[in-house]
């Protein structure tokens, strides 16, 4: 293994005068953002799955935790090819507990640093999200939720629908004679979104320039028991592995990696979907969510709108789009943007997550000794900072960071559950 | 879209339904019995199958019966029907 500071050095830093510098060579002398060492037979911890969780782990395992450790994080596609992909970008801490907002806080706090510490342009925009609410159990829930955001920090407040109406000009449906009438709304001026492909090649970057082995194209068949039950490591696609720790960061496939070690977990994998429209100029400045209608969307700086809806009624491991989910979420849309029947549509796609039995978030040791799991993250991508940050202190101490201590597996058998359902997409 | 039979109407189609979680497993019959770590997977941890799997759909738009039936969550094919109460 490579020492740190030897493969810091060789890494290449980014700036304006390093691309003018590049553009003189004719882009000739760019040396690969990511290490791929040999693959060894043992490391200190094994994390599962190159995604943000994983990458973003290993970084702060590397950045924060000390650098003798060997990491290696196996990934059995390309990197950032998952979820982290997948998913519609938005970064918000619009939940709904005492123990949830804190942690999001964090990470939406931590994403906006994240561009210069890992000197790699996340194309980071806190654009805000306004909430377009049309029903009044909605509105009594909201209204609930921004008090307790404002114990913990986060900014959410009414505005009208005049307001409303002036912010994004193109959202002439929801009047008084239409089927679901606009009653009022929320801005989250904290939300944002950026670039999902730069948030994993900077967490590769940063850490392989830390030490770090990430392993493309290996794949996790099954994990490794001893006698005593303990996990000790990994069947890979490439033979086997052992490791001190063994991390999973899956999204999606938690359980089917932990079924081969007789561990049952409380979570379920669901299919969510997006598509995209062709792009066009720019009309919409901030995220739109409306969660009475079930449709979400917000405009990519090449002008894409970016559309989500709801999950896929049944657990899933497909990602194609249902039709009729497809068609309610265009449904929903066209009633609050009637203009956009003359858009066309370009592609459209999905990515399975685990969903917990209370839809929040399970960072825990397991009964398995030597296993570790961040898993449940349904809208997890605004979690990705703050989840590898408490995920690598979980590894490095064994203990859970103070943000993340409610989220163990313990809160199951005692039924203190975190319920988060209705605060994102989730059913 | 799925088209799921109903054991009283037919064919329909699956906007006409709408999904009520996995079936449960058959509950411990003697709960002085049941270990604490059995419960809690009882509650709270359906199986998660790449592949068949047992679940409640409502006919809501329909008939209104309780339908349980076996979908494969990877090819979305779906094994014969039956009403809950069976
Ligand atoms: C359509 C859609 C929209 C979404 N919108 C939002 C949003 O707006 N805001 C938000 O916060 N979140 C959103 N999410 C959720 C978010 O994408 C996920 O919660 C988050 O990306 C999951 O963490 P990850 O990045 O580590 O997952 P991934 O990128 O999926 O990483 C997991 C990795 O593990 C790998 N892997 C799996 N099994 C194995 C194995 N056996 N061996 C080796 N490697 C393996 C996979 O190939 C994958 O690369 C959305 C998701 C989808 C699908
Ligand atoms: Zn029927």
């Known amino acids: 293994m490579a020492d740190a500071a030897v493969s810091r050095s060789r890494s290449q830093r980014y700036s304006a005068f390093s691309l003018l510098a590049g553009a003189f060579r004719q882009h000739r002398g760019w040396r690969p953002a990511w290490r791929e060492p040999p693959l060894e037979q043992c490391y200190d911890i094994v994390i599962v799955g190159a995604g943000g969780h994983g990458l973003a782990t290993a970084y702060y395992l590397a950045r924060h935790h000390g650098s003798k450790r060997r990491i290696a994080v196996l990934e059995r596609g390309w990197l950032g090819g998952g979820n982290v992909a997948r998913n519609t970008v938005t970064i918000r801490s619009n939940y709904l507990r005492d123990e949830s907002i804190p942690f999001y806080v964090k990470s939406v706090a931590l994403y906006e640093g994240l561009t210069k510490e890992l000197n790699f342009n996340l194309m980071h925009s806190r654009r805000g999200m306004i909430d377009v609410i049309n029903t009044w159990p909605k509105l009594r829930e909201i209204r609930r939720r921004r008090m307790v955001m404002d114990l913990h920090g986060a900014t959410y407040r009414p505005i009208s629908v005049d307001e409303i109406r002036r912010r994004i000009p193109l959202l002439t449906g929801g009047g008084p004679q239409s089927r679901l009438p606009i009653l009022a709304g929320m801005l989250h001026p904290d939300a944002a979104v950026n670039r999902h492909d730069a948030v994993a090649w900077g967490y590769a970057r940063a850490a392989g320039g830390l030490g770090v082995a990430i392993h493309q194209n290996t794949e996790v068949k099954s994990l490794l028991c001893d006698e005593s039950g303990a996990v000790c490591g990994v069947e890979t696609s490439r033979g086997r592995i052992l490791a001190g720790k063994t991390a999973l960061a899956v999204s999606g496939h938690t359980t089917s990696l932990t079924d081969t070690a007789g561990l049952r977990l409380p979570l379920r994998s669901f299919n969510l979907t997006a598509f995209v429209s062709e792009p066009v100029r720019p009309v919409l400045d901030c995220i739109v969510n409306c969660p009475d209608l079930g449709v979400y969307l917000s405009q990519s700086d090449k002008g894409e709108f970016v559309i989500g809806g709801a999950p896929d009624p049944g657990q899933s491991f497909r990602r194609d789009i249902r039709q009729n989910v497809f068609e309610d979420t265009v449904c929903a849309l066209l009633e609050l943007f009637p203009s956009f029947k003359r858009l066309k549509l370009l592609r459209q796609w999905g990515g399975h997550l685990d969903m917990a039995h209370d839809a929040s978030p399970i960072m825990s040791p397991t009964e398995r000794p030597g296993l570790y799991i961040s898993a449940g993250w349904w809208g997890g991508y605004k979690a990705i900072p703050a989840g590898g940050m408490t995920f690598a202190h979980l590894l490095a101490t064994g203990t859970p960071h103070p943000l993340m201590e409610k989220f163990t597996l313990d809160r199951f058998p005692h039924l203190d559950f975190i319920i988060e359902s209705g605060t994102t997409a989730a059913v | ?86």
Do not use: Q
Not at chain 2, 2 to 24: K, M, N, Q, S, W
Not at chain 2, 38 to 52: A, C, D, H, K, R
């Open chain 2, 1 to 86: 879209m799925l088209v799921i039979t109903c054991p009283f109407c037919g064919p329909r189609d699956e906007r006409e339904f709408e999904y009520c979680g996995p079936a449960a497993p058959p509950r411990p019959e003697d709960a002085s019995v049941v270990s604490d770590r059995g419960w809690v997977e009882y509650l709270t941890s359906p199986p998660n199958p790449v592949g068949p799997v047992e679940e409640i759909w409502w006919h809501k738009r329909g008939c209104e019966a309780w339908i349980r039936l076996c979908r494969d969550t990877v090819t979305h094919e779906i094994l014969p029907t039956r009403e809950v109460r069976k």
